[in-house]
């Protein structure tokens, strides 16, 4: 029996989707557990490159099964074109393979036309938001007012439920935000058909978890967003409306306590985030735009649900620390080294200032890092392209030392490194 969880320890994008399609390699099931199309994770093979918002990244790998736990908020819609898309590149989609919890809740347009409304409403003060509807889907479902998968198990009783639920919404989209209703029964009928065509995937995934894990299983949990995202120990209120941090796989899974073997955390060699809320090591003119890369290549960083550009920063080891604390992550994979190389010199932020004091670990988590100014070790960066890199003795003097700086400032070892997109452009220690 083992079992994974990976999970992002910035704000997100770190390469969770590459690394699970390359650990997904000795995995039989591999788990989303919480968030929807929010997140788009990007899996490069050979030719190919794959763009995935809801199935899980493993799916690549063609002996594994995919599930979709009761953590995630599901927009059938999204859903649909993409197990098109994998159809059209020969992944089989097919129930035999693809798994979705009873308890995973719906997204509709009605959230959707909520989430932009409501953050039109914030004004200055959005959080940024991907507008794909996910806050008002975990609202409803906090508020016990959701839709289920297992409702589509009945798709005439169901048309009702989601035509009731969207003309409760308009109710809240008229008077509160001046906003048109939407089409209640045109959507009602749209989403029977999505239950007719979608209710073969409905399963108990919490029992398939533990099926699996009794027979010795591999099972590898998946994480969308990152640690700093998380609703209750990210960067409140920039931050998503689920768990995306490791013990979200337990619950948005329904596995029980004791079961994990390790947590596998991934960081991007630099920071990025997508968004309103604070990033102390942000940087910005030609540094920035180094980092960020110019949108030419679907690895620079541009959204790849939104196509926004990321903010770009040096890697924060402060934020890190909390993220193993709060994780338990027992490794590092460090992604995107590759994109350190010409640089003559380069950053990480060990510490925080203030005051003139240090501040080395956060006091009251990262909701409020407005007075903390980072404090920065310097290295010297790398000429050679690394790309073609695969073995840790031939990477330059200069890297080996920046990964050690972080595996020292981190206090975790990094077992993996990425050096491109490719799946095969790793370098394993
Ligand atoms: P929401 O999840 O759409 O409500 O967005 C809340 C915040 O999380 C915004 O700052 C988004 O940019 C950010 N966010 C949500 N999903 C992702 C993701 O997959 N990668 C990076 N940022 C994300």
């Known amino acids: 029996m083992s079992f994974s969880i990976v999970v992002g320890s910035q704000w997100g994008d770190e390469g969770k989707g590459r690394v699970v399609d390359l650990l997904a390699e000795k995995a039989d099931i591999v788990a989303r557990y919480y968030g929807g199309d929010n997140a788009g994770h990007t899996v490069t093979v050979g030719e190919r490159t794959f763009k995935l918002h809801l199935i899980p990244s493993g799916v690549i790998q063609p002996h594994t099964t995919s599930l979709l736990g009761n953590g995630m908020v599901i ?15 020969g992944v089989d989609v097919s129930p035999d393979r693809v798994k979705i919890s009873f308890a995973a809740h719906l997204i509709t347009p009605g959230h959707r036309a909520l989430d932009k409304a409501r953050e039109k409403a914030r004004g200055d003060e959005k959080i940024g938001t991907t507008q794909r509807g996910i806050g008002p889907a975990y ?13 589509m198990l009945s798709p005439p009783d169901f048309r009702v439920s989601v035509e009731k639920h969207i003309k409760a919404i308009n109710i809240q989209l008229r008077d509160l935000y001046d906003m048109e209703p939407l089409n209640a029964s045109r959507i009602a009928d749209q989403y029977k058909a999505y239950a007719e065509e979608l209710s ?10 533990d099926q699996a894990l009794q027979a010795g299983k591999h099972l590898l949990a998946e994480g969308a967003q990152g640690t700093l995202l998380d609703l209750d120990h990210g960067t409140y209120p920039f931050v998503t409306s689920s768990t995306p941090t ?3 796989a337990l619950v948005g899974l329904g596995i029980g306590l004791g079961s994990v073997d390790k947590v596998i955390g991934v960081a991007k060699a630099f920071q990025t985030r997508v968004g309103e809320g604070p990033f102390p090591t942000e940087v910005f003119e030609d540094i920035a735009q180094r ?3 110019t949108g030419e290549h679907f690895w620079d960083e541009f959204g790849t649900t939104t ?19 709060i994780n338990g992550l027992s490794e590092l994979v460090l992604t995107k080294l590759d994109i350190l190389s010409g640089l003559d010199s380069l950053r990480i932020c060990s510490a925080y200032k203030k005051d003139g004091e240090m501040v080395r670990e956060l006091p009251f988590g990262p909701g409020d890092l407005s007075p903390y100014e980072p404090d920065y070790v310097d290295l010297p960066g790398w000429e050679e392209d690394i790309m073609g ?6 990477l330059p003097e200069q ?4 990964v050690a700086k972080v595996e020292e400032l981190s206090g975790l070892p990094v077992r993996l490194i990425s050096v491109g997109p490719e799946r095969d452009q790793i370098i394993r220690r």
Request: hydrophobic residues 35%; aromatic residues 6%.
């Open 75 to 89: 927009n059938p819609s999204v859903l649909r074109e993409e197990m098109g898309a994998l159809k059209d590149a």
């Open 139 to 151: 609202t409803t479902k906090v508020i016990r007012s959701g839709l289920r998968m297992e409702g």
């Open 200 to 209: 073969p995937y409905v399963a108990d995934v919490g029992s398939i978890c």
């Open 246 to 248: 490791a013990p979200g």
């Open 291 to 293: 980092l960020r890369g």
């Open 307 to 325: 196509g926004r550009p990321r903010r770009v920063g040096w890697l924060d080891s402060v934020l890190l620390r909390y993220a193993s604390r």
């Open 389 to 394: 890199v695969r073995a840790w003795k031939n």
């Open 399 to 402: 890297a080996k030392d920046y």
